[in-house]
């Protein structure tokens, strides 16, 4: 049996990983800024992880078989990831990432929501709590009012602006949301890398047929933009496979409140990396998004 991570370390590590993931999305704004598309970066980075996963589990000879109810349920949650990937990426695009990732990252409300209007469970009075929080807390990171422009006030100037990205952001939560409680009722006994690796692979081929189809495929047009569409492709493979890694021997850390540190490390990355600045009643606004949404997940047992 493997020996545990003390906490220190356990804690440390997530916030790494946390990192990693939203070293992905940087690079992928990198990667759309120098000519490549979204269809281009789901295609890369899901095949990508794809093969990581498929070496890491035929090294430790993992069983592949699955019951074909199993597999089929599978794929379904793969297409609905599917439009979740697609959707994230196109956000990313469009708006600065960390307010991309901020609005993705309500998918724990998502969740809480989607649970209750299927009957499964009703939301906790922590969650109806946090619901309103956070969205307070959003509306001031994405500055939806306007009130840090020089302009002041301007409602409908500003959602002009931000609208399509945060649409497609928050249509990345719903999908990942509902991913998650498909796959807690589905795919439960399923072994988590076996999860994700048949799950990228529906990713990789749908985003392979759709780009192929249409020929919507579009390769970046210089050095920075393939250096971008590369290390998208590895920080996200790296950090889901040390996910894999790490999980299991991390005892009792609070892995969904560490892992809502992404789109704070994205602050601080954004703007070295990408000039990507935000006020500091946006910043005030993430870190009530962000304060809401560890809140809720601490209160899950």
């Not at 399509?164 to 409680?181: E, I, K």
Request: hydrophobic fraction near 60%; charged fraction near 10%; include cysteine.
């Amino acid at each position: 049996m493997t020996k545990p991570i003390p906490r220190p370390l356990g804690v440390a590590l997530l916030l790494a990983i946390a990192t990693t993931f939203g070293s992905n999305h940087i690079s992928a704004r990198i990667a759309f800024d120098h000519g490549a598309n979204v269809i281009t970066a789901v295609a890369f980075r899901s095949a990508g992880t794809a093969i990581i996963l498929g070496a890491l589990l035929l090294a430790n000879r993992v069983p592949l078989a699955l019951p074909r109810p199993t597999l089929l349920r599978g794929l379904a949650i793969g297409l609905v990831l599917s439009v979740q990937s697609f959707c994230l990426y196109s956000a990313v695009a469009r708006i600065p990432v960390a307010l991309a990732l901020l609005a993705f990252n309500t998918f724990p409300m998502m969740l809480s929501l989607i649970s209750w209007i299927a009957g499964a469970e009703r939301p906790s009075k922590r969650a109806l709590i946090a619901m309103p929080v956070a969205l307070i807390g959003l509306a001031l990171a994405l500055d939806v009012a306007g009130l840090t422009s020089a302009q002041g006030l301007n409602f409908a100037g500003r959602w002009a602006e931000i609208g399509t990205g945060v649409s497609f952001a928050l249509g990345a939560a719903v999908s990942f949301a509902t991913v998650v409680f498909l796959t807690t009722r589905w795919l439960g006994a399923v072994d988590g890398r076996l999860r994700s690796l048949m799950m990228m692979s529906v990713i990789a081929v749908v985003a392979i047929v759709v780009g192929t189809a249409t020929s919507g495929f579009a390769l970046p047009r210089d050095n920075t933009g393939w250096i971008g569409l590369v290390l998208l492709t590895l920080f996200y493979g790296t950090a889901i496979t040390s996910l894999f890694v790490v999980l299991p021997r991390l005892g009792a850390v609070n892995n969904a409140a560490l892992l809502n540190f992404e789109p704070i490390a994205i602050l601080f990355l954004a703007w070295p990396i990408l000039g990507q600045t935000v006020a500091p009643l946006q910043i005030l606004g993430a870190f009530i998004v962000i304060g809401a949404i560890a809140w809720l997940a601490s209160g899950k047992r």
